[in-house]
């Protein structure tokens, strides 16, 4: 009830119930927006600039205050044998960065993958057991990247917060049990913004530019490793830059997929938002 | 002008025409001998060859250059020509004085007693050379030395070069050996009328080989040829499909897509392709052997992957006897929720997982897939006992905990059994 609490005091400009979880239900919805303009967030935008439809239903929006509401940032990171060496030097660095970055209430969790995925760190505000994972981190074997990323979506609990998932991977899946599609599936449902991180091994791999794109995230390409700690960071301050609209459908139908769309009104931008969510029976 | 036409000019002229004569004949000769003298080395190095053993024998062969050991071959063709056919043999590709050398040796070798079984003793050499990688240790590379036979290399030899790669990532290029196609030829020098069970062995063990340490430029070849001499054999159908579902797999198609990406070329299908070539081996090897669980099992995978869910579900829902081994079992239970899960019908979907995870409990695919399912239904509060093997540490994880893990490897399991198995037979041979 706390969680309930926080997120509906931070709503500007209108009273709009939440359910408790902040889960995809018919009576209460938020989405997670990225407006930018020629790559730059656009910043300053009021509940009255956007347009949301719902099933093609135009729904009344309030804007919640993104930055009272805390973060939970779960770190899906490969440590496959091909980052032996420096560039898992590297790789530490810059995740030990993003989770020192982050603000005391925020929550941090660390997935990493292999051939096996190990969750190595549960959702916490204590930095101290997540920083001592990451120095235990070994580069070995091959890399199950959609196994990864699926226990690092089963295992995001919006519960505590806006769910990022920050991916990292410098090279694509060879070994994992679940394919895209059992992915997709779960990604509709978890309430998680996916944001990835891929060197050039990675990035013809249409896995995660469709996954990320469904969660209203992106895929951030580097020539090397040595540049994730700037990709980390940015990904953090673009996802602080993201307002959340939320607001209770009405006119649709209640119960399975709800397709929805966002626009800002009068303006050349993009917008980047989770393409539908699922309402509970 | 004058001078042209002197008896010493002439005398010159003479001398020089006769050294220009003289130089093929002396490069000819030295060819024929070092043809010759190469058949010995390798007669010596197939009587001595101990199966299973890094041997000198194993060393000297292995330390040939694809291209030396394919410009043998001629003389090793002769040689069982001689064995088989008697004296009267006649090889147009030799000289009469290489054929008269051919013979004598023959007459005196070892072979002469049981030409096929000295033919078995020499695959299993080329099959040691390659089954132990000898062709690429570093000793071997450097004490190599070019050019032992100068002659146009025989076809049954052919260049191999292939790409190499690491978890999808391509390394770069390598070039066969030919100690494979180099066994194939002489088992085919001496095929005997009926099957033999231990040429069968001879490919099966090889094929198992190839799987295992993911040779697939040589199965190919291997496979095609073993089922050209075995056409019926539900192993060597069933290792067919094995070798068109790897790759099928993301790991040799991620590799594919590296290699063309950089303008390379690579004769693979597409994961769709391979899938498709694999249903067809596996229903033929189900043919020859309808009892074969594992082709039915594999069967089902390739074709709930290729979006047949109805037949794969058919196909996966018939239970694996009791004498088969837990890790089928496994299988079975693992692809049956997948294709469950493709038809809707999410509650058998979980229980065969849930019957995965019985079967292996640290396994962690079943798991993976009942999280999703979790998540999927809204009963997140069962998650957490779920998902509890992955939060061990990595040192906890063996390889073994989840067979999913090895499924690529396919017969390649049976690699080293199947080995010893024909060193033991090959070995008694030699006794």
């Known amino acids: ?281 | 002008m004058s001078g042209a036409s002197s008896p010493m000019w002439r005398r010159h002229l003479a001398l020089l025409i006769l050294m220009l004569c003289a130089i093929p004949l002396v490069s000819l000769r030295a060819q024929e001998s070092a043809g010759i003298a190469g058949l010995g080395r390798w007669l010596r190095a197939v009587e001595r060859h101990v199966p299973g053993e890094v041997d000198e024998s194993a060393i000297v062969v292995a330390s040939w250059y694809r291209r030396d050991l394919a410009s043998l071959f001629p003389y090793i063709r002769a040689y069982f020509d001689v064995l088989r056919l008697g004296p009267a043999a006649a090889r147009k590709t030799l000289s009469t004085e290489e054929m008269v050398a051919v013979r004598t040796i023959a007459v005196a070798s070892p072979g002469q007693r049981n030409p096929l079984g000295f033919a078995k003793r020499a695959a299993t050499l080329h099959a040691d050379i390659a089954m132990f990688g000898i062709d690429r240790s570093p000793a071997v590379m450097a004490y190599r030395k070019r050019g032992m036979v100068r002659r146009p290399p025989d076809a049954s030899i052919p260049e191999r070069t292939y790409a190499t790669g690491v978890d999808g990532q391509y390394q770069g290029d390598g070039e066969s050996e030919g100690h494979w196609d180099a066994g194939r030829t002489i088992l085919d020098f001496v095929r005997p009328e009926t099957p033999d069970p231990q040429i069968l062995l001879w490919y099966r063990a090889g094929t198992a080989t190839m799987m295992a340490h993911g040779n697939y430029v040589e199965a190919l070849p291997h496979l095609r040829h073993a089922l050209s001499i075995f056409p019926a054999d539900a192993q060597l159908l069933f290792s067919s499909g094995c070798l068109y579902e790897v790759l099928a797999s993301r790991r040799i198609q991620s590799m594919v897509r590296r290699v063309q990406a950089a303008g390379g070329q690579v004769a693979v299908e597409n994961e769709e392709g391979n899938l498709d070539r694999a249903g067809q081996w596996y229903r033929r090897a189900l043919q020859s052997d309808r009892n074969f669980t594992e082709a039915r099992i594999r069967l089902g995978r390739v074709l709930g992957e290729g979006g047949k869910s109805k037949e794969a579900v058919s196909l996966l829902r018939v239970r694996t006897t009791e004498t088969d081994p837990a890790l089928l079992a496994y299988y079975r239970a693992l692809f049956l929720g997948d294709v469950e899960d493709a038809i809707g019908d999410l509650t058998a979907a979980e229980a065969a997982y849930r019957e995965a995870s019985r079967l292996f409990p640290r396994a962690q695919s079943p798991r993976l897939s009942l999280a999703l399912l979790a998540v999927r239904t809204g009963e997140r509060q069962t998650l957490s006992s779920v998902l509890a093997p992955l939060r061990e540490k990595d040192s906890g994880v063996s390889t073994a905990d989840d067979p999913w893990w090895s499924y690529g490897l396919c017969t390649g399991r049976d690699a080293e059994p199947l080995a010893k198995e024909l060193r033991q037979a090959i070995g008694e041979l030699a006794r």
């Open chain 1, 1 to 281: 009830m706390r969680a309930f609490c926080c997120f509906a005091l931070l709503i500007a400009g209108a009273a709009v119930p939440l359910a408790q979880t902040f889960r995809s239900r018919a009576d209460a919805v938020r989405v997670d927006v990225l407006v930018a303009q020629n790559g730059h967030p656009v910043r300053g935008l009021r509940a009255s600039d956007f347009e949301l439809r719902d099933e093609g239903v135009l729904q009344k929006i309030a804007l919640a205050d993104v930055d009272k509401i805390p973060l939970s940032v779960v770190l899906v990171l490969d440590s496959s044998a091909s980052l032996a060496g420096q560039p898992m030097e590297f790789l530490r660095s810059a995740a030990g960065g993003l989770v020192n970055a982050l603000t005391p209430p925020d929550r941090a969790a660390l997935v990493s993958f292999n051939h096996a995925v190990a969750i190595r760190s549960e959702p916490s505000t204590d930095r101290g057991p997540i920083l001592s994972e990451l120095e235990a981190l070994e580069a070995k074997s091959t890399t199950s990247l959609i196994d990864g990323v699926a226990a690092g979506l089963a295992f995001s609990d919006p519960r505590g917060g806006r769910v990022l998932t920050v991916v990292f991977s410098d090279g694509v899946d060879t070994s994992s049990w679940l394919g895209p599609a059992s992915v997709f599936k779960v990604a509709d449902r978890a309430d998680a913004v996916v944001y990835g991180v891929v060197t050039e091994g990675g990035r013809r791999d249409s896995f995660l530019p469709k996954l990320t794109s469904a969660t209203g995230g992106r895929v951030l390409e580097i020539p090397s490793v040595d540049k994730l700690s700037e990709a980390f960071a940015s990904v953090l301050d673009e996802f602080r830059t993201r307002y959340i609209l939320a607001y209770t459908p009405t006119g649709v139908p209640a119960p399975g997929w709800h397709k929805i769309q966002v626009t800002v009104k009068g303006r050349r931008v993009t917008v980047d938002a989770r393409r539908g969510y699922f309402a509970a029976q």
